[in-house]
Nanobody
Framework: EVQLVESGGGLVQPGGSLRLSCAAS????????IAWFRQAPGKEREGISC????????YYVPSVKGRFTISADNGKNTVYLHGSNLGPEDTAVYYC????????WGQGTQVTVSS
């Protein structure tokens, strides 16, 4: 079982950028696809991006494609999500998990886009 811890959220001005980190431990990092999810106020959690560690394949939902970039640093067992040109619609708690998602969800990290 892999343990994942999110960090890097905060308050960002509209149009700004932010990089989130997902630190993995407890299992072989290369065995997994790692995905980012987010849950906006009043909405259900949705998957937004995924990376297959073994080959680097990536996936983005249309709402973030072109603005967000997912990447992995295998040496640090960390997956990143860089978001740019952020807007209020990106305000959410961001989570990482294996894909398909497992049963354990972490605390997430809050991203608030507001002036």
């Amino acid at each position: 079982e892999v343990q994942l811890v999110e960090s890097g959220g905060g308050l960002v001005q509209p149009g700004g950028s932010l990089r989130l980190s997902c630190a993995a431990s407890g299992a072989t990092f290369d065995d997994y696809a790692i995905a980012w999810f987010r849950q906006a106020p009043g909405k259900e959690r949705e998957g937004i991006s995924c990376i297959t560690i073994s080959n680097g394949d990536t996936y983005y939902v249309p709402s973030v494609k072109g603005r967000f970039t997912i990447s992995a640093d295998n040496g640090k067992n960390t997956v990143y999500l860089h978001g740019s040109n952020l807007g209020p619609e990106d305000t959410a708690v961001y989570y990482c998990n294996v894909y398909p998602p497992g049963n354990n969800w972490g605390q997430g990290t809050q991203v608030t886009v507001s002036s």
